[in-house]
């Protein structure tokens, strides 16, 4: 089992930039797939980014070449760059993780606004 928590998230004016964070309880990198997930007011929860246990990075379509995805193993934390964000980034952001076969680990979210 693994407790995730992230942190970062705030008000950020369109074309601003932030960093989120995903703090977990063990090791993680090798072992689980990790990743964002963003969920907006009446929309389904949608990938972000993500990282394999092989250390293969996937985009949503929505936020490839703006946000980047990375983790540092000796901190058991997955960030997430965000730049050139829009009003439309706006959404609750979640991080994930979950071994082959196994079941999905989920942190309660950090909340990011972009408006001017």
């Known amino acids: 089992q693994v407790q995730l928590v992230e942190s970062g998230g705030g008000l950020v004016q369109p074309g601003g930039s932030l960093r989120l964070s995903c703090a977990a309880s063990r090791s993680i990198f090798g072992i689980y797939a990790v990743g964002w997930y963003r969920q907006a007011p009446g929309k389904q929860r949608e990938l972000v980014a993500s990282?394999?246990?092989?250390?293969?990075?996937n985009y949503g379509d929505v936020v490839k070449g703006r946000f980047t995805i990375s983790g540092d193993n000796a901190k058991n934390t997955v960030y997430l760059q965000m730049n050139s964000l829009k009003p439309e980034d706006t959404a609750v952001y979640y991080c994930n993780a979950h071994a082959p076969g196994g079941p999905p680990y989920w942190g309660k979210g950090t909340l990011l606004t972009v408006s001017s």
């Open positions: 990282i394999t246990t092989g250390g293969s990075i």
